[in-house]
Structure formats: structure tokens, C-alpha cells
């Protein structure tokens, strides 16, 4: 079954405080994840101040009120099951430093190719 760990970071979680060193070893751990054989997609999502959001008559920029965590990124990954999906999340950075991974099955329909 598949299932998407939708990353939550806390702004600046990942660049404050941290030498360059230190930033690139973290890089490196969310790249190492990144190509663990049951992984098979993810996405690094732009700073929240980028997005738009539409809501029913309405358009903005950015997002509308400061947040404790903003969604930044997401892994699909192949797992046989809840257990082993958790056990990837709770691998992923972002967790240790104060942010969430919301882990969620996919919906998959026999018709579709890939995920």
C-alpha cells in the first residue's frame, strides 16, 4: 500500500541556528530517505510565503496568519503496512525538530497507472 508523509516544519527550524555543515548533513538525511527503495516520490515545497491560496471568492498570497508549522514537503512510499509506514516517518528531520509528519494511506484504483 502506498502512503504519503506529508512533512510539517517549523519555519525556520532547518536553517536557524545551523552551521553549513550542519545544514548539509540534514540535507543529506532527507536525501537518504529520498532513495530508500520503497520510496517513490517526494517533493520539496517552496517557502509558504510563495504560495497562493484559493478559497470560494476569494484569492491571496502567502499565507493568512503566522502558523506554528507549515506543510514543506511530502515522501510516497511503498509500505507493507501502517507499522512500517511510521517507522519511515519517524525517521524523517523535520520530526526532531519540532515540526510533524502527518502519515496517510493513498487511495489507489485498479485502473490507474503508477501512483
Known sequence: ???ATLIFTRPGSHDEDLTPAEQASLNAEYMA???ESRCVGGGH???VETATTIREG???DGPFADTKEVFAGYFVIDAANLDEALEFAQRIPAVRLGG???VRPILE???EKGY
Open 58 to 60: 476569494l484569492t491571496t
Open 1 to 3: 500500500m502506498k502512503y
Open 109 to 111: 484504483y485498479p485502473d
Open 100 to 102: 510533524a509528519v502527518e
Open 33 to 35: 530517505l529520498r532513495h
Open 45 to 47: 515545497l517552496q517557502p
